[in-house]
C-alpha cells in the first residue's frame, strides 16, 4: 500500500504542499496515533504540516487508506472538495494554470509582505468573514487569535493562509477590495494601485537575467505604488496568474462600471430605485456611499441625458466624494466634475453642471446661481444630499429645497423637477424632549426634502448589516476636579477685569443699554468664551470710538484668560502660562493700558500641574497601546488651542505614536487653524498607519474621510445627538471603545446623557414613522409643506421691502475698521467678480491699508485668482481681508464682517455680502 501512496505523492505532492490543510481532514482518520496527529496539529509551518501528513499516509499500513484520504477530501468543504475534483480529473482543464500558480505563490506571498503597510486599510476581520467559504473553522479560529494583536497581524495570517487555496481567492480579493471602496493615499483607491503594482512587481523581478534570485532583488523594491513606470510588462509568473484569473489593469471606459453591493446596501437603494424622493437613514461605516452610486448608475442608464448634482456640507468633501466616485466606477473622461470655493473656475455652474454627468459641489454655490436662476433647478435629473439632516431652517440646503418648493408650487408638475435623495446617519431630533416632538422634527425634515414616504432604513437584512457594523456604546469616565495655583490666580486676574469692566459699563450706561452686560457663566467655560465673543461684537459698533475700543480689548482679554483656564483644566498648568505668554507676545494694550498692570499684579506665575483628567487620558492610551500596538486613537476636544496644546502634551509621553492635530482652515496656524494639504498629510498618515493617534476638533466629525479606529476619546468635550452618532461612527474597527472623560458635576457629562436619551428618542420616531399608514404620513407631510410654503412667503416679502428700502434710499457707507473705527474706504468703491469676490476700486485705500505678501510657496491658486497676500489695518494691523492676483492684476478683496458700516447715525455688522444693507452692482474690470 504503501508503494502506491508514494508513487500517487510523487505526482500531486508539489500541488498538495501548496493547497492542502491537513488538519481540517485529521478527524476522518480515527486510527492515527497520537503523538503523529498532535504532530501535525502542532505543526505552524504549512507546508511541513502536509509533509508530515504525506509521511504518514506513505507510512501507513493500513489497507485502503489512498482512498480513505480522498473520501476525506470528497466530503469535506470548501478547498478540500476542490483539491478531490483537480484529483478526480474534473478539472483537467485548470491543471496546466494551477501548476503555474503553485510556481507562483512564494512571489505572491512575498509581493504582499512588500505591500503591507498599504493594505493596513483593510478590515480583515471583516475579510476572514467574507472569505469564509475558503476557510474552514481551524483556519477561521487561527486568523481570529491574532485579531487581539491587531489588524497589520491578522493580514499576516490572512495571507499566509488564503495563498494556499485555489487561485480564485485573487480575484474575489480584488473584487472586494473595490466593493468596500478602500481607499490608498497616492492612489485614490487600493484596488487600482495593487493591480498596478502587480504588473511593476512582474517588471523588476521579471528582469533577473543573469540568474540574480528574487530574494536578492527584495531589498532594493522601491516603495510600494509610488512607481510610475509601467510601460514594459513581460508576462511571468504573477500575471500568468492574473491572466488565468481574468485580471485586467482597470482602464476607464464608457461603460460604467457594476457595483457588487451588500444585500443591505440593496434595501437601502430600493426606493430610490423606484424613482422616488427617499431619505436614506443608515450608520457610520454602512457604505452609504457605495449606495449613492449605485443610484446614480442606475438613474444614468435610465436617463442617459439626465444631469445629476451630488451635494456635500464641507468643502473637503467635494473632493472626497469626487475621487471616491471615480475610482469606484471607473467614469469615462469628462463624466465628473467638482465645484468649490476652493476650485473655483471663471465658467458658470449650470455650464460645467450641464456639461457633465455627475457634479460633486457645496451648496452655496448652487443657491447662489439659482438666485439669478430659479428655473435651472428644473433642469436637474437627481440632486444628493449627504448628511441631509442639514436640511432645516436657513442652511443652504433648505435654500435650496425653498426654490425647489417653489417652482413645484409655480409650475405644478408642468415643468419636471430633480429627484431627491437624502442621506445621513441620524436625521437628529432638533432637540426635542419627547418622542413625539422628535417625530415632528423628522416629518418637518421630510417635507423640506419632499419625502413623502417615511425613511428608508434596514429592515429585512438587519443581521446582515450587524456584520459589517459595529455598535459602539459611550462609556462615562468621570474626573474628580483638583483646583491648582494657576486657576486661583488666573480667575482672580479675570476677576478684577470683570470689575473694572462693571466700572466702564455704570459709567457709560446710556451707551451701553443695547449690550449683554450681565455676565452668568463661570471663566474656564464655553459659555463665558461665547459671552465674551458676544460683548466685542456688539461694542464694535457704539458711537463712542474709544469706548468701542476699550470695551472689544477686554472682551479679547477676558476670552484669551479663558482659553487659558480652559488649557489648565484639560492639561498642564505649564501649557497654560505658555498660552497666556504667546497672547501677550502678540497683544497691543494701548486703548487700556490698566491691562496690563493687571496681569503684572495677578497673572498666574509659571508651574508645574497635570490636570487628573489628562492623567486619566494618558493612563487609557498606555493600556491601550501597550496591549495593541496596532490601535488607532481619535480625541476630540473643545477648541484649536486645546488640540494644539494636547498634541505637544502627547509629544513627550507618546513621540513613537507620532500624534497629530486635525483642526479647521478657518484661523492661523498661530491660532491653531490648518492648512487643507496639512489636513490631508495628517489623515493620509493616520490612514497609513504612521500616525496612531488624531486630536480633533468638531470638523473631524462630519466630513473627513478617516479611516477606521478602535478607540474614540471625548476629551472634556459633548455637542449634540447627531454629533454623538458621527463620533461613534469614528470607531468602526471590532471591538471599538468609545469613552468621555469629563469632570465629576460638569455639564457634559449631562449632554451626553442627553445625547444617549435623545438618540433613542429619534430611533422611537423614525420607528412610530414607519409604522404609520402610508396615506396618513403623506398628509402629515403635505400639511407641513403648507405651513413651510407660509413662512417662505413671509421671509420673502420681508426679504423684498429690505431690497426696496436699500435701493430706495441710495445710501452710501463707510467701513471703519472694526476694532480701531479708522475709515477704509466707501461701499461705492466696489466692483464684483462673478458676485463672489468684492474688489475696493479706492484710489486712496492704499494709503490706508497694509499689504503683507506671503512668499510664493504659500500661494493658493483658485481659478483665475491667486492669494498673494493679506490686507491689514494700517493703524492696529487687524484682518481686513486678501490680497489676490487675478489675471495677473494684483486686487484688494475684504471680507465685510471685518468692518462696521457708518451712515450718519447708524452702525451696523454684518456677517455677508449679501446681507449688506446696499447692492455692488458692477463687475470689475481689468
Known amino acids: 500500500m504503501g508503494e502506491s501512496v508514494k508513487y500517487f505523492m510523487s505526482h500531486w505532492g508539489p500541488f498538495l504542499k501548496i493547497f492542502l490543510a491537513p488538519r481540517s481532514i485529521l478527524n476522518n482518520f480515527p486510527h492515527m496515533e497520537d503523538d503523529v496527529r498532535k504532530q501535525i496539529t502542532d505543526e505552524g509551518n504549512k507546508i511541513k504540516q502536509v509533509e508530515l ?17 480522498l473520501d476525506a477530501l470528497r466530503n469535506s468543504q470548501g478547498t478540500g472538495q476542490w483539491i478531490a475534483d483537480v484529483l478526480d480529473g474534473k478539472l483537467d482543464h485548470q491543471l496546466g494554470k494551477c501548476e503555474e500558480y503553485m510556481q507562483d505563490v512564494p512571489q505572491i506571498k512575498k509581493l504582499f509582505i512588500l505591500i503591507k503597510k498599504d493594505l493596513n486599510v483593510i478590515d480583515f476581520e471583516d475579510f476572514t468573514s467574507f472569505f469564509s467559504h475558503h476557510l474552514d473553522t481551524e483556519e477561521k479560529e487561527e486568523i481570529q487569535s491574532v485579531f487581539v494583536k491587531g489588524n497589520s497581524a491578522a493580514g499576516t495570517a490572512f495571507f499566509s493562509i488564503i495563498v494556499r487555496k485555489p487561485p480564485s481567492w485573487l480575484k474575489e480579493f480584488l473584487e472586494e477590495i473595490e466593493g468596500q471602496h478602500y481607499i490608498h493615499k497616492l492612489h485614490g483607491s487600493l484596488a487600482a494601485a495593487l493591480r498596478e503594482y502587480f504588473f511593476f512587481y512582474e517588471e523588476r523581478t521579471s528582469d533577473n537575467r543573469d540568474g540574480e534570485t528574487i530574494e536578492s532583488q527584495t531589498h532594493a523594491e522601491p516603495e510600494p505604488f509610488e512607481s510610475n513606470n509601467f510601460d514594459q510588462r513581460p508576462k511571468t509568473s504573477l500575471l500568468r496568474c492574473m491572466d488565468m484569473l481574468n485580471i485586467t489593469r482597470g482602464e476607464h ?16 437603494a430600493e426606493q430610490a430605485l423606484q424613482g422616488n424622493n427617499s431619505l436614506i437613514v443608515a450608520p457610520t461605516g454602512t457604505g452609504k456611499t457605495l449606495v449613492a452610486q449605485h443610484i446614480c448608475t442606475e438613474h444614468l442608464r435610465r436617463n442617459p441625458n439626465s444631469k445629476i448634482v451630488f451635494l456635500v456640507p464641507r468643502v473637503v468633501l467635494v473632493e472626497q466624494q469626487h475621487d471616491a466616485f471615480d475610482s469606484q466606477m471607473k467614469y469615462e473622461q469628462g463624466m465628473l466634475c467638482k465645484i468649490s470655493s476652493e476650485n473655483t473656475t471663471n465658467a458658470a455652474p449650470n455650464f460645467l453642471i450641464m456639461g457633465h454627468k455627475i457634479t460633486f459641489m457645496t451648496p452655496q454655490i448652487l443657491f447662489n446661481y439659482l438666485e ?72 418637518r425634515l421630510l417635507a423640506n426634502l419632499n419625502v413623502t414616504t417615511a425613511p428608508v432604513e434596514v429592515i429585512e ?17 468621570r474626573i474628580d476636579r483638583k483646583k491648582t495655583q494657576f486657576q486661583e490666580n488666573m480667575v482672580t486676574l479675570i476677576n478684577k477685569i470683570w470689575e473694572n469692566l462693571k466700572i466702564e459699563f455704570e459709567k457709560a450706561e446710556n451707551e451701553v443699554k443695547d449690550i449683554d452686560t450681565n455676565l452668568k457663566a463661570k471663566p474656564g467655560t464655553q459659555a463665558f468664551e461665547a459671552w465674551c465673543v458676544q460683548l466685542r461684537e456688539s461694542s464694535s459698533t457704539l458711537r463712542n470710538d474709544k469706548l468701542s475700543q476699550r470695551l472689544q480689548e477686554y472682551a479679547q482679554h477676558l476670552r484669551e484668560y479663558n482659553n487659558s483656564l480652559m488649557i489648565d483644566y484639560d492639561l498642564t498648568s505649564t501649557e497654560a502660562c505658555d498660552y497666556v505668554t504667546q497672547f501677550w507676545c502678540n497683544a497691543c494694550t494701548t486703548v487700556v ?79 491653531g487653524g490648518m492648512t487643507r494639504v496639512e489636513q490631508e498629510d495628517t489623515i493620509s498618515s493616520f490612514r497609513d ?89 403623506e398628509q402629515e407631510i403635505k400639511e407641513f409643506q403648507r405651513l413651510l410654503k407660509v413662512e417662505r412667503e413671509s421671509e420673502r416679502s420681508a426679504a423684498q421691502r429690505q431690497i426696496e428700502g436699500a435701493i430706495a434710499s441710495n445710501k452710501i457707507w463707510t467701513f471703519l475698521c472694526k476694532k480701531c473705527k479708522k475709515v477704509a474706504t466707501t461701499s461705492d468703491k466696489f466692483q464684483h467678480i462673478n458676485h463672489q ?10 494709503e490706508r491699508a497694509e499689504i503683507v505678501q506671503y512668499p510664493a510657496i504659500k500661494h493658493k491658486v483658485f481659478g483665475e485668482q491667486t492669494i498673494i497676500g493679506i490686507v491689514k489695518c494700517k493703524s492696529c494691523r487687524s484682518d481686513w481681508g486678501a490680497y489676490m492676483r487675478h489675471r495677473q492684476q494684483p486686487i484688494s478683496v475684504l471680507k465685510i464682517v471685518n468692518f462696521v458700516l457708518q451712515h450718519e447715525e447708524d452702525r451696523i455688522t454684518v456677517k455677508q455680502w449679501k446681507k449688506s444693507p446696499f447692492n455692488v452692482h458692477k463687475e470689475f474690470m481689468e
Do not use: W
Not at 441631509?388 to 417653489?406: Q, T
Not at 437584512?461 to 469616565?477: A, D, P, Q, S, V
Not at 486613537?633 to 505637544?648: D, E, G, M, Q, S
Open 53 to 69: 501528513f504525506i509521511k504518514y499516509l506513505e507510512e501507513c499500513e493500513e489497507p485502503g487508506i489512498l482512498q480513505a484520504f
Open 253 to 268: 471606459s464608457g461603460s460604467i462600471k457594476q457595483l457588487k453591493l451588500r444585500n443591505y446596501q440593496l434595501e437601502l
Open 372 to 443: 439669478k436662476d430659479c428655473d435651472f433647478i428644473n433642469e436637474l435629473g437627481l440632486l444628493i444630499y449627504d448628511e441631509c439632516h442639514h436640511a432645516m431652517k436657513g442652511d443652504p440646503y433648505n435654500s435650496i429645497m425653498k426654490v425647489y418648493h417653489d417652482n413645484l408650487t409655480k409650475y405644478n408638475g408642468a415643468k419636471p423637477l430633480p429627484q431627491v435623495i437624502g442621506m445621513t446617519a441620524s436625521p437628529g431630533v432638533g432637540g426635542a424632549k419627547s418622542v413625539q416632538a422628535a417625530t415632528q422634527h423628522i416629518k
Open 461 to 477: 437584512n438587519k443581521k446582515e448589516l450587524g456584520k459589517h457594523t459595529t455598535e459602539t456604546t459611550c462609556e462615562i469616565r
Open 593 to 671: 493700558p490698566e491691562l496690563e498692570q493687571l496681569h503684572e499684579d495677578y497673572a498666574p506665575k509659571r508651574e508645574y500641574h497635570t490636570s487628573p483628567i489628562l492623567r486619566k487620558l494618558f493612563e487609557i492610551l498606555t493600556a491601550e497601546f501597550v496591549d495593541f500596538p496596532e490601535s488607532k486613537c481619535i480625541i476630540f476636544v473643545r477648541t484649536r488651542c486645546i488640540a494644539k496644546a494636547l498634541v505637544t502634551c502627547l509629544m513627550e509621553d507618546f513621540y513613537d505614536l507620532k500624534p497629530k492635530q486635525l483642526t479647521g482652515v478657518g484661523a492661523s496656524a498661530g491660532d
Open 689 to 777: 498607519g504612521s500616525t496612531k493617534i488624531i486630536v480633533a476638533t468638531s470638523v473631524a466629525e462630519e466630513g473627513f474621510d478617516i479611516p477606521a479606529c478602535n478607540l474614540v476619546i471625548a476629551y472634556n468635550y459633548s455637542t449634540n445627538e447627531i454629533g454623538h452618532v458621527q463620533r461613534q461612527g469614528r470607531g468602526r474597527a471590532k471591538e471599538s471603545k468609545m469613552f468621555l472623560l469629563a469632570y465629576e458635576g460638569s455639564a457634559l457629562i449631562h449632554q451626553e446623557e442627553t445625547n444617549i436619551a435623545q438618540l433613542e428618542c429619534s430611533r422611537e420616531a423614525l420607528k412610530q414613522i414607519r409604522n404609520t399608514n402610508s396615506t396618513i404620513l
Open 837 to 846: 469676490h468684492h474688489v475696493v476700486v479706492d484710489a486712496g485705500f492704499i
